[in-house]
């Protein structure tokens, strides 16, 4: 995640330019200037306007076919559907006569080209607008210059501009070369349209690619293929943190197909470049089945003897001390609050480390050049992160290093790390001329992540007379990771309900290793919603209520947050009513208030992330072998005032429920002698079609700009499973992945 | 896919590993490499096989036919379009598997019952789970035939 400017002010764009120009046979390209871009990238170029550009960029051909660029990574998210969809309503453009190209990592044209933190919809949803506004606006100039008549007496229907008046019309594509001669408007001052006169947005549109993919066309980032290209696998230690000794690369060399073998010295940053050997030859199964035979022998130092047991005990360790490292939210007087306590209410939470296993394993396409320039063909959920990696290594200046975004198969935040950028940058250094792919079998992708980090939590809660929640203090033991500009590993100092309650003291104790560490899916939130809305629910139960009550009764008479710093700029602050707003409608939706059918039980789950509210129940049972059954799950969710691409973001929730669902039920990477135990999906078990319980979707329309749904979907599947089956059993599940020997 | 080729490998080489960087049809996917995804679905003689298992040399004369090839049989075709319809897929890299398996099942038994298509089907991952839409897309073909192809 590095490379990311913390200044990008998410509250959208002042003011902006546009450039217009003429293309070659008649025609109107027009690319968006937006100073939220300008601040979002080092400045390549000096003069106001064109430096940072935030490239929306459309073209208008005489067959009034339209092209627009999609500016950011495909994962899978739908975000090469979407953007456009935001431009192309503006615009005023019949959506079938509109094509979408992947723009390449270019910050200085498109601004941050990201996918993560679901920060692209909040992003963009109104500088992609303005950009097809501002084109729309162009074109009605140039018809009413064309016609003689006042602009305002124009109107659009999808790709034509209409005089009402006197019955005349133009395609777009019959004007896009006079309107590139038109003023550009100020993006700030063109006229949005009102959401009642949209056309685009709110409509389900089938991905862009998904023809292509049924028909298996090379779309992926390792479906590249380039003349005379070979392939890579890549030796590293299993041990985190080990360092390469020797390596008998003749003995690879000597292995059918292998064209070369040899070592490459990492900087001992996982986030760039480790120790290894690469294997290349003219078939990747040949240079991987080469790796048998190199015999590398590596120095482990002392991580080898890192292991999840020894964690657990650190932690257990650290919880009987009583003593955290440092506290990090301190409110009220806690100890009076526990020392007046009528009831305290006390538990301890683990959650495991979790590998993303994005299904197209890890992989990068290199190019170096004669004359020095890297080519490379990535998929990459940051490629100007990517970018700057590879330049950095390389000695280079990032425009030096081209590199075009491919689609990927599923990122779940493993890669926003471009670790595998970095390594076959440094084996096609060592051949210019040749383009190189880098593969990972799936044994190096789990073994070899940047895990969701495991965690440890010690929760008491202190209960008045009344029952009411008057203190609460957690112990986390996490761990220490290296310092970048976000951390997976960490809490929220106002993670809920901390603004709700008068007492509270969160304090942490960090554990050394050398385990890679990062973002998956939701970070920090896939782990706490399940600590917190677990504890809450046996806080409730204490109390007599149920949790949904709490949750409102916590709430009630507050008002919203102030905005807070985000990672990108101010974001809008936690608001309780739009809890209550989906809390409620899940309540209704899973009939909460009637008894599940017999042998069955509900549990609810809230979770805030991501700027996306969800509110969720899960119907649960155990079958005749104590095996946990999910029959149903209602979700309500808020992520704003539109649902822009109702496909997509149903697509979204649904997927981001199975796979939390997943991550309860059976997901945990275990470390073992300093690696990963886990290695493929015999003994790392994703959900399979079976297990899909019935899922009801329904979303909340609030009025707030819309935000993303990668995320915010997933975190409170988790505890609503948990819950529902302590409300089945009796029985508390406090630790991740479920372990249903508890229920005998 | 009706053609006949030859290609200089070993003959253990896996078939998914001749068609992707022998052959360069790189529509069937690598996802395990042990057979237990799916990604790499392909037929042979007509048996949803995964290619990342099956060594190169064990083919000799069967016919294999791959994702690039599947829109000419019907069932392939109606898939398809079911597919898209359904707007099935987010990732979209285990669907080339997902249809050929998919296909397999719907040309041996053309009206699979729920159970009959969650257990045809779970041999193969879909990470981004898209498991309600596969089954709807398969559903949908069970349901209209096809004719709508």
């Given amino acids: 995640m590095r490379n990311l400017s913390p200044t990008l002010d998410i509250a959208l764009a002042r003011r902006g330019f546009l450039k217009a120009s003429a293309l070659i046979g008649g025609g109107l390209a027009l690319t968006a200037t937006l100073p939220m871009a300008a601040r979002a990238v080092a400045s390549p170029a000096g003069a106001a306007g064109e430096a940072g550009m935030l490239g929306a960029f459309i073209t208008i051909n005489p067959d009034n076919t339209i092209t627009i660029i999609g500016k950011n990574p495909e994962i899978g998210q739908g975000i090469k559907t979407m953007l456009p969809m935001l431009i192309a309503e503006e615009l005023d453009a019949d959506w079938d006569q509109v094509s979408i190209l992947q723009g390449d990592t270019d910050a200085a044209r498109y601004g941050m080209q990201l996918a993560g933190g679901s920060f692209a919809t909040p992003m963009n949803w109104i500088p992609m607008r303005q950009t097809g506004a501002a084109a729309r606006q162009m074109l009605l100039a140039a018809a009413a210059q064309r016609w003689g008549v006042d602009a305002a007496s124009l109107t659009t229907e999808p790709s034509v501009v209409v005089h009402a008046a006197s019955g005349r019309r133009a395609t777009f594509g019959e004007l896009a070369t006079e309107a590139a001669a038109m003023p550009v408007p100020d993006l700030a001052q063109v006229p949005l349209k009102s959401a009642a006169n949209f056309r685009i947005i709110g409509r389900a549109i089938g991905g862009i690619d998904s023809p292509r993919i049924v028909r298996g066309e090379p779309i992926f980032g390792v479906d590249t293929q380039l003349p005379g290209m070979v392939y890579a696998a890549y030796e590293r230690s299993p041990v985190f943190g080990a360092r390469l000794l020797s390596a008998n690369t003749d003995a690879a060399k000597a292995q059918p197909g292998v064209i070369d073998a040899f070592t490459v010295e990492g900087n001992g940053n996982a986030e760039d470049l480790v120790d290894g050997v690469a294997v290349i030859a003219s078939n990747w199964w040949l240079a991987n089945r080469a790796r048998s035979v190199l015999s590398p022998q590596w120095d482990n130092g002392d991580w080898a003897s890192h292991s999840t047991a020894g964690y657990d005990a650190a932690a257990a360790a650290a919880f009987a001390s009583g003593e955290p490292q440092e506290v990090f939210a301190n409110k009220g007087d806690i100890g009076a609050a526990f020392a007046g306590a009528a009831k305290v209410v006390e538990a301890e939470y683990a959650y495991p480390f979790l590998a993303h296993v994005a299904m197209e394993p890890m992989n990068c396409t290199a190019l170096m050049h004669e004359d020095g320039h890297m080519e490379m063909w990535a998929p990459s959920q940051t490629p100007q992160g990517g970018q700057g990696a590879v330049a950095q290594y390389l000695g280079l200046t990032p425009d030096k290093v081209t590199v075009h975004i491919t689609r990927m198969g599923g990122g779940f935040g493993r890669r926003l790390t471009n670790d595998y950028m970095v390594q076959v940058a440094a084996i096609a250094k060592r051949m210019p001329g040749t383009p190189v792919q880098l593969i990972w079998s799936r044994e190096d992708d789990v073994r070899s992540d940047f895990y969701r980090p495991a965690g440890y939590h010690k929760l008491r809660a202190a209960l008045d007379d009344a029952g009411k929640l008057v203190g609460i203090d957690d112990h986390f033991v996490t761990f220490d990771r290296p310092p970048g500009p976000f951390n997976p590993a960490s809490m929220p100092a106002a993670e809920f309900p901390a603004n709700y309650v008068p007492n509270v003291r969160y304090a942490q104790t960090k554990l050394a290793t050398a385990v890679p560490m990062g973002a998956l899916r939701a970070p920090t939130s896939n782990a706490l919603a399940f600590v917190f809305q677990s504890f809450l629910d046996e806080v409730a139960h204490e109390t007599g209520k149920d949790l949904p009550t709490l949750m409102l009764d916590l709430i009630e008479g507050a008002e919203p947050d102030p905005t807070e710093p985000g990672f990108f700029g101010p974001t809008p602050g936690f608001n309780p009513h739009r809890l209550a707003a989906v809390t409620r409608k899940v309540m209704d939706m899973a009939r909460w208030s009637e008894p599940a059918a017999a042998g069955r039980a509900k549990g609810f789950g809230f979770y805030f992330s991501h700027m996306g509210y969800f509110a969720e129940v899960v119907e649960a049972s155990l079958d005749a072998r104590n095996q946990v059954v999910i029959h149903d799950v209602w979700a309500a969710g808020d992520v704003g005032s539109h649902i822009i691409n109702p496909h997509g973001a149903m697509n979204q929730v649904e997927g981001a429920i199975i796979d939390g669902l997943g991550q309860a039920l059976q997901l945990a990477v275990e470390i073992e002698g300093g690696a990963a135990k886990q290695s493929n999906f015999h003994n790392y078990q994703l959900p399979r079609m079976p297990m899909v319980p019935n899922l009801h979707v329904e979303f909340v329309m609030s009025d707030n700009a819309p935000t993303g749904l990668g995320e915010p979907a997933l975190p409170p599947v988790i505890p609503a499973l948990t819950n529902a089956l302590f409300a089945l059993t009796g029985k508390r599940v406090r630790k991740l992945p479920i372990d249903t020997r508890q229920f005998t | ?149």
């Fill in chain 2, 1 to 149: 896919n009706g053609e006949t080729r030859e290609i200089d490998a070993p003959q253990d080489m896996p078939l998914l590993w001749a068609l992707r960087q022998e052959l360069g049809m790189v529509g069937t996917k690598f996802g395990c490499g042990i057979g237990m995804c799916g990604a790499c679905t392909v037929h042979v003689d007509g048996v949803a096989t995964r290619s990342c298992s099956l060594p190169v040399g064990s083919i000799g004369t069967k016919q294999v036919t791959t994702i690039e090839a599947l829109g000419e049989s019907p069932v392939g075709q109606a898939l398809q379009a079911a597919w898209l319809e359904e707007d099935v897929m987010q990732c979209g890299y285990c669907q080339a598997g997902q249809l050929m398996n998919a296909t397999a099942l719907l040309t041996s038994n053309p009206n699979p019952s729920q159970d009959e298509i969650e257990n045809a089907m779970r041999g193969n991952i879909c990470r981004c789970a898209c498991y309600k839409r596969i089954n709807q897309a398969i559903a949908r073909v069970a349901q209209e035939g096809t004719a709508n192809a």
